[in-house]
Every structure is written in structure tokens, then in C-alpha cells.
């Protein structure tokens, strides 16, 4: 699992060293340090209007989403991942977490831009990223697991031992969570055991976790006939061929496409269907075809069930047994859609 950034539907958005691999636990601690460093954001968008002091603060700030004491994160557990997908290896990161402390997701902001990778929709809508989080409370110690970001252009350069130096010094953090695959470091060039051996030496606590596995055992669809890696490549693999009971599985919830509501929408009009140009649409959606007992949502309100269209320029919504409480024009921002029964 490579540390990555991740983007990501109805709801508004959110903003111990012990080695659990195998059944086996190692503890060990030591004492916590501090130290700066130093990136130049004087030309950055985010830097104007601020004064000197300011400026010196910012210049420090190794999180996007942080203010600039950088305190967000400060005694708790970072699960350290690219949660674009948020499945089910990701949930097991952030349960983790909960159980050692007070629970973060860690990423990256940015990279795709820093090394020019091509643009993907991102598998939950960014808008969606809150509910799906807040729905593993009840296996986080009812806890909702917050998530913030690492400027990827501030620590591409940094060695597998820079990077937990600074998250030791800078954010002061008590621990973190990986998968047993998981690298860091300038070129990837840290695993699990450096990051083990280096939490070790700067007084955290590292939990390193098994990869999990999805249920399959048999048959047909995406996962193939033998139990895969839960991943974020399989998700979109998986959606790229219309498997959506798949996908639910590695997600271990139905997936939800979010579309933009757009401006000269009205749902009155049209009664019992709905069509919204794929252009609308905040997240990746399955291939064109017809998806059964999917489930319709405007916001965070249910409207009821319903069968769905993908062609190539639309998504058609159908409401089962005719038309539904569809709100008047200009009550919702977002339409939702459950996929599979």
C-alpha cells in the first residue's frame, strides 16, 4: 500500500509501537522530539494576504487541511495509505488506529499533479468521503475517523527516515498503522520493516497489518476464482466491467454514484425518471448498461428504489411501482445512487 493522496458524496465534507502481523505483537516505546523544516510557499495562492509571522508559519506547514499549528493530528494514530477507495483493508487501517489512540487517515495532496499522472475520477465522490467514514464509527469505538493531507511536493524528497522524522517532530503524533505492503520514502524506497525499525528510534508506536483478503472462493466475476488483495485497483477493475456486487464486497458497502444536480435540472417534470448528463458525475461509475435494484437518493434522503441506465451520455434513473417523493427544483444539490441490491 503506497502512500498516496486521495480525492474523494452526499453529505457535506470533513474537513503503541506494536506489530500485529500473523497474530504476533511486539511493543515498544521511547520518547517523543521536535524539528522544523523548511519549504518555500511564498508564491503559493494560499500564502497571499498573510503577514510575515504568518508567513513563517506556512512555511512549516506540513498539512493542507491543518491550520498552521499543525495540532490536528497531534498525540493520535495516522493510518498511513492512499484511501482513494476507502475498502475494506482501508476500514481495517482506521479500526486499527481506534484501538491504539485516536484515529487518523494520512495521505498524500497532490501527487498526481506533481508527476503528471493522467486524471481518474475518484472512486467516492469527495462530497460522499464523510458519510462513508462516519459509518465506521461503530467499529472505530464511536469514533468518526478524520482525514488530512500531506503537500506531496513538501516531502517527495524526503528519505523513508525524513518522513517519520517529521512525524514525530512536526506533527507529533503518538503512532501509525500500514498494511504489511506498504511503502514510503523518496522513490518508495521504505517498507513496512524500515518503517517498523525507524518508529522504533523516534518513540512511536507502529502497527503493521496483514492484507486482507476479500471472501471470494469460487466463480465468476472480477475477483476470479481464488481470494484476492482488497485494493483500489481491484475496485475500479471490478467497476470497469460492471461487477457491482464485487465492488461491494471489496468496499464492504454497495458503491454510491453522486452526480451534480445541474442548473436547469426538474425532477418534477419528469415523474418517475430522471436523466443527468455523465458530465454530473463526481465519481467513477460502472460500465454502460442496465443496474437493478439500485437504490435512489437526493442528498442524504432516501427517495426510494429504483433500476438504472448508463448509456454514453447519460444515467437514466427509472423509481419502481412509478413516481416518487422527488423533491422540487433547486431542494438538492446532489442525487445519489446505490448500486445493486
Not at 67 to 96: N, S, Y
Not at 156 to 173: A, H, I, N, T, W
Amino acid at each position: 500500500m503506497n502512500l498516496a493522496y486521495d480525492f474523494s458524496w452526499i453529505i457535506s465534507v470533513c474537513r503503541g509501537y506494536r506489530c500485529l502481523k500473523d497474530g504476533h505483537n511486539v511493543s515498544v516505546h521511547n520518547s517523543l522530539k521536535g524539528l522544523h523544516f523548511s519549504t518555500d510557499v511564498s508564491n503559493s495562492s494560499g500564502s497571499q494576504g498573510l503577514d510575515k509571522d504568518d508567513m513563517e508559519s506556512v512555511k512549516y506547514k506540513l498539512l493542507v487541511d491543518c491550520g498552521p499549528d499543525q495540532e490536528c493530528v497531534t498525540g493520535g494514530i495516522v493510518a498511513l495509505g492512499k484511501f482513494d477507495a476507502l475498502h475494506l483493508g482501508h476500514r481495517e487501517l482506521a479500526i486499527q488506529a481506534s484501538r491504539a489512540g485516536t484515529p487518523f487517515l494520512l495521505s498524500f495532496a497532490g501527487m498526481a499533479e506533481v508527476l503528471g499522472w493522467e486524471y481518474r475520477a475518484p472512486i467516492v465522490a469527495k462530497c460522499d468521503r464523510k458519510r462513508v467514514l462516519s459509518s465506521w464509527a461503530p467499529l472505530c469505538g464511536d469514533v468518526v475517523p478524520l482525514e488530512f493531507h500531506v503537500e506531496f511536493s513538501k516531502v517527495r524528497q524526503l528519505s523513508p527516515r525524513q518522513f517519520v522524522e517529521r512525524l514525530s517532530k512536526d506533527l507529533r503524533v503518538s503512532g501509525v498503522v500500514a498494511g504489511e505492503n506498504y511503502r514510503f520514502g523518496y522513490r518508495a524506497s521504505g517498507d513496512a520493516s524500515e518503517l517498523v525499525r525507524l518508529c522504533e528510534e523516534y518513540g512511536l508506536e507502529a502497527h503493521i497489518l496483514s492484507s486482507v483478503l476479500d471472501r471470494k472462493s469460487g466463480g465468476g466475476g472480477a475477483g476470479g476464482g481464488s481470494k484476492e488483495l482488497v485494493s483500489s485497483t481491484r475496485v475500479r477493475q471490478a467497476l470497469a466491467v460492471g461487477d457491482v456486487n464485487y465492488v461491494a464486497e471489496l468496499l464492504g458497502r454497495r458503491h454510491r454514484l453522486v452526480l451534480r444536480v445541474p442548473e436547469d435540472f426538474d425532477s418534477a417534470a419528469e415523474g418517475s425518471k430522471l436523466s443527468i448528463p455523465r458530465s454530473c458525475l463526481l465519481n467513477q461509475q460502472p460500465k454502460e448498461g442496465l443496474y437493478e435494484s439500485c437504490s435512489l437518493l437526493a442528498d442524504d434522503r432516501l427517495i426510494g428504489p429504483c433500476n438504472v441506465v448508463i448509456s454514453t451520455s447519460h444515467v437514466h434513473v427509472e423509481l419502481e411501482g412509478g413516481p416518487g417523493q422527488l423533491l422540487a427544483k433547486g431542494d438538492y444539490r446532489h442525487v445519489g445512487i446505490d448500486l445493486g441490491g
